[in-house]
């Protein structure tokens, strides 16, 4: 079975500072690993995914993350926040069974950009 | 517009009723899945279907049942509701073979009262 921890519950950044959103898995067998944004009275939305190659991945709206097997951690950053990037951000786990894809999600992060 | 859609937006109903949450997943998309999100529980998987049948159960309660029909909708069965059970339930679907993204819906809002 796979877990999900995101340590911090809520994130305060100002705007166009940097900002990283901690997230480490625990699971047994290899994993895939997501960043997922949720915008308020929005439905989850995939930033980013790592699956296997590169350790690090670009995604959309000017995220990244990079993919740390020894320290099990998956964090995502950007280098300059924007007041549109508050939301509540989740990371998320599968396993590498075929067939069963069910992501196992952190408790989510909400981060708020300052003007 | 991720492209799966789910009705109704909002649910009130009262303890012991039954409900169904409906969800049409994207066009070519064999897997739906449904979560539950709710304050106390976060996001938790509940069910898959893949082309009409039951590929993977999570924190599925008893009262609550799934299925996944030939045209590939699928609907959430939520019965003798309690107080609990109001949460956002969400849809995704997802292609089958090759790649691992889930596409979510809206989202249903149920309230109990």
């Known amino acids: 079975a796979q877990s999900v921890t995101q340590l911090d519950s809520q994130v305060p950044v100002f705007e166009e500072a940097p900002v990283e959103l901690r997230c480490n898995y625990s699971?047994?067998?290899?994993?895939?690993l997501f960043w997922y944004v949720q915008y308020p009275n929005q439905g989850l939305q995939l930033l980013l995914k790592?699956?296997?190659?590169?350790?690090l991945v670009k995604g959309i709206n000017g995220f990244e993350a990079e993919f740390n097997k020894s320290q099990t951690s998956f964090h995502l950053r950007k280098p300059s926040v924007h007041i549109s990037d508050t939301a509540e951000y989740f990371c998320?786990?599968?396993?590498?069974?075929?067939?069963?894809?069910?992501?196992?999600f952190g408790t989510g992060t909400r981060l708020t950009i300052i003007p | 517009d991720s492209g799966v859609t789910q009705t109704p937006k909002h649910l009130i109903t009262a303890t012991g009723q039954r409900v169904t949450l409906r969800c049409s997943p994207r066009?070519?998309?064999?897997?739906v899945y449904w979560y539950q999100q709710s304050l106390d529980q976060g996001l938790q998987f509940l069910i898959q279907?893949?082309?009409?049948?039951?590929?993977a159960k999570g924190n599925i309660l008893e009262r609550f049942s799934a299925q996944q029909f030939p045209d590939l909708h699928s609907e959430l069965n939520l019965s003798s509701l309690e107080l609990g059970d109001s949460a956002l339930y969400f849809c995704?679907?997802?292609?089958?073979?090759?790649?691992?993204?889930?596409?979510f819906g809206p989202g249903t809002r149920l309230t109990v009262t």
């Open positions: 998320a786990v599968k396993g590498p069974n075929f067939g069963n894809e069910k992501l196992t």
């Open positions: 066009s070519g998309d064999l897997s």
């Open positions: 279907y893949y082309n009409g049948e039951e590929r």
């Open positions: 995704a679907s997802s292609v089958e073979g090759g790649t691992y993204e889930q596409y």
């Open positions: 699971s047994s067998v290899s994993v895939y």
């Open positions: 790592y699956l296997s190659g590169s350790t």
